[in-house]
């Protein structure tokens, strides 16, 4: 019995040792040498692997950063959104470098053709994908650049920052948005954009994306934009510009002084977490909603929608 | 008895509910308004050369095709531009059209309108195609690719057989039919015309079964005629695909990614023969065809001779008006056309039927999860596996989609139709299609 | 007006839906019910309908509870699944035992991968294997069949299986000849029709071939599977049997005999956890056969069609990847 048990255990021993050796040499052979600043850059990185930063993953990113370094001496066009500032600050720290902080961005849909707003004409019965029925058809609504409603840019969000709201029928964002960057790639109209978080939270936008001109545009949709451009003269920052029988507000010169969103005749302008007006004619009940907004620093379209002082038509 | 010819490869075989068959193709009224859209072909859209206020007559050219693959357009109607601006299509986008205000039906002078049938072919090959060019002659078949770029063969290629699509294999359809029945003569100077033009001595005019009165027809007609010979081919869908149809016929499979030519076969429409033969012996463009306007609840199922452009909601009327619980109106027929998201959106050259369905025919059944029975795999006529090509676009696994071919995928519905789980299959398909076609283009 | 649907083509469906389909197999199972009824009376109906309300309640609770989602039990999957579980079980297996095997059945083989369709092993079998090596003793002490209304013969109760015969046989050191004297071996009438000991689906090749011809008719399967599996059998049986005659039994005896066919014909088949394409379907037979018979002749179990399928099963993604179906188009390379 014993003997059995003596002639196992060295065989096995010596099985251990002999491979034991084999790996040793086998590991020396293809040992790969890499910068030690590779694991620390990737190990500051979120690690959500999104591509936010236009690379395949946090990893890839680390190595071009590194590369860019060595070769650049400076961190240019490189940033990890999710990571935002503070991550930057941290890589830079390793690489011996330093970044110019970036205002924080966030997803911004800018479509407000809800159920109400751009009531459907027809039905659409197949997968709930956008890509496809952006193949199909212009749109339950009509509009051929509103948001299909079918979700690809859900699908597409990695930080659950993005839900579809059954009432309106439109994508909202809220505060988990790290502006990655998927959404604004998955949807096929373009509608979603990234803009400027804003002081507090504070944003202005045309929140539509329609270039048809104002007949047209509005005979689907009643919070169109409509291409007039009494923002672009209102405005007093020259942040607004008219193209394509669009107003577009160029979030870096805009001062959020919230003339425009009074001027449009479409109420298509939005104004995001800004205190209550003084009530003009504002009847008192769409101000309360609104004050909601500011505190839960979400954007909603039903919200966006009793910002509005007039009444839809 | 000789079984019937066929492809080899999957098919499925629908209900084929051709209530039209035994109606008489009749003209339609001239509409008040006439939208015709710029990009009507396969290819490169046509060019406007009128503008608003200028008046034009029946046949006139208002639009030059100046790309390589591109078409001519015509007049349909006679009266004046009002515009040339978007108008909205059947899908419910804008695209840039001409809309002719009508005001009588003057013809250019130029258009023999005789009705003698001219059965004096003189032209020279080179003379044929260009008039075919001039006409604006594209397959009526429903893919609208130019066919003046078809008669062209590469350098290289020789063409041995001209192949005539009388299949008709879509359910519901029988434009082609009736067009077989009452303008066989026509279509046969058209084939011979064809031939001609692509100097080949062998016709084939394939036509499935149960068109049993179509083949007799021909077939007499075509007695006279050695080289040109009728097939009576098996009933099974998607025969009318030009690959499926070449199998069946000369039993030669085309390359996957090549054309026909590849081959030595081209493959025409019945309704492109009759349009030749107008356009060559008559000098008569494409300005009208034969439109199907069918469904099991339309009142009174029609065959009409429809000028392009007319709004598809005057065809209807025609017919006995839209039925009351219309659910869909499909532009083509129940596997590959496109349901309408308007019925004032204009017939094209491409229009070959309006199917009207029932509210409770229009919407899909309830989707279950796959149960692997590769059904999809027995029927897919390309020999794909839709299943796994779904998948793959639906997970965005582009490489590998390529790898299994899905752009040998034609479209033709077989799979979504047969599948017991009722998966949308080809919408996934078409949506990797066109996601691989992209990445395809970027290599480039 | 009213509002138009939209949606890509094709329009129109073919009758084909997934409930058809299950309970076509259903009724291709009568036959196979009706003779075991025949030859185990009542027991078999109390193992049958035990076996498929067990399979019918085990997924709808467990649908309802823990996956939370819609109930799917009318789709008629769990019915078959329920039906092919009481097939390869003996007639005389204690009640609670069958429904250990449907849990095991539909909790783990079917709703743990995500319920119908995406199962990657044939549910009734992973339900039928685990009862074999759980209850050994009750799961290979097979009843005696006795045809309806027919006078009791013998007093025993159990009697061991024709291919259970020839394995002791052989182990003994006996030559063919020897055990087929046995007065428990049944002879080729009763191994066609049934009368013979057995689990209690695969008593009668007729009517399992019956119920085949039917599915092969009405398109829920292919006959590749099936006729491949029998072919392997029968040729790799057939040299076994020329090389030595006196220690392998002739082919036929193993086609008829065990659960060849009912495996071959319900349970290889299965939509679910077989190939995707012809080609596919020919080589996974090729090798269940082959598996099978090299269970049945040199293996330590009398019966190997169950291994054989389920591990054929773990090979069908394989299969799916290396063996495509013909191409339209393309020219295979010479």
Known sequence: ?313 | MKSLKTFALGGVHPDENKFSEHAAIEVLPLPKLAIVPLGQNLGASSKPIVKKGDEVKVGQLIAVGEAFISANLHAPVSGKVTKVDDAVDSSGYKRPAVFIDVVDDTWDDNIDRSPEINRNIIMTRPEIIQRIKDCGIVGLGGATFPTHVKLMIPDGKKASHLIINGVECEPYLTSDHRLMLEKGEEILIGIKILMKALDVDKAIIGIENNKADAIRHLQELAADHPNIQVYALKVKYPQGGEKQLIKAAVNREVPSGKLPIEVGCVVSNVGTAFAVYEAVQKNKPLIERVVTVTGKSVRKPSNFMVRIGTPISELIEAAQGLPEDTGKVINGGPMMGKALTSIEAPVTKGSSGILIMKQEESKRQSTKSCIRCSKCTEVCPMGLEPYLLAKTAKLNLLERAEKEKVMDCMECGSCQYTCPSQLPLLDYLRLGKQRVGQLIRTRK | MSTFTISGSPHIHGDENVKKIMYTVVYAMVPAMLVSVYFFGMDALRVMLTSVLACLVFEWAIQKYIIKGPITINDGSAVVAGILLAFNIPANIPTWMILAGALITIGVAKMSFGGLGRNPFNPALVGRVFMLISFPVQMTSWPIAKPLFAPALTDALTGPTALGLLKEGVGAGKTIDQIMVDPQMPDYIDRLTGHMGGSMGEMSAIALILGGIFMVWRKVINWQVPVSIILTVFVVAGIAHLVDPQHYIDPVFHLFTGGLMLGAIYMATDMVSSPMNMTGKIVFGIGIGLITIIIRLWGAYPEGISFAILIMNAFTPHINNTFKPKRFGIVSKK
């Open chain 1, 1 to 313: 019995m014993n003997e059995v048990l003596i002639y196992a255990l060295v065989t096995l021993a010596m099985l251990g040792t002999v491979l034991a050796v084999i790996l040793y040499f086998v590991a020396q052979k293809f040992k790969v040498i890499e910068d030690p600043r590779i694991d620390a850059v990737d190990e500051a990185l979120p690690k959500a692997n999104c591509g936010g930063c236009g690379y395949p993953g946090c990893r890839n990113f680390a190595e071009v950063s590194v590369k860019s370094a060595d070769e650049h001496k400076n961190l240019d066009g490189l940033n990890c959104p999710v990571g935002g500032n503070d991550v930057m600050k941290q890589v830079a720290a390793i690489l011996g470098l330093e970044v110019a902080e970036k205002d924080p961005m966030i997803a911004v849909v800018r479509c407000n053709g809800s159920k109400a707003n751009s009531p459907a004409k027809l039905q659409y019965d197949g997968p709930s994908t956008c890509a496809f029925a952006q193949n199909l058809f212009a749109g339950e609504g009509g509009c051929p650049h509103g948001c299909l409603g079918l979700g690809d840019c859900v699908v597409s969000c990695d930080f659950d920052a993005l839900h579809m709201d059954p009432e309106t029928g439109l994508p909202v964002v809220n505060d988990k948005c790290v502006a990655c960057g998927a959404c604004v790639k998955a949807c096929p109209r373009g509608i979603i954009e990234m803009r400027l978080k804003g002081r507090k939270d504070k944003r202005i936008y045309v929140c539509c994306i329609n270039e048809e001109k104002g007949g047209p545009a509005k005979k689907n949709c009643v919070v169109a934009c409509i291409g007039c451009s009494k923002c672009f003269k209102v405005c007093p920052h020259d942040a607004i510009v008219m193209n394509n029988n669009l107003a577009y507000i160029d979030d870096e010169k805009c001062k959020l002084c919230r003339k425009c969103v009074e001027e449009c005749p479409t109420n298509s302008i939005h104004e995001l977490n800004f205190p209550p007006r003084k009530p003009k004619a504002e009847p008192a009940e769409a101000a309360s909603v609104k004050e909601k907004s500011v505190g839960a620093g979400v954007e909603t379209a039903t919200e966006a929608k009793n910002n509005q002082s007039e009444p839809l038509a």
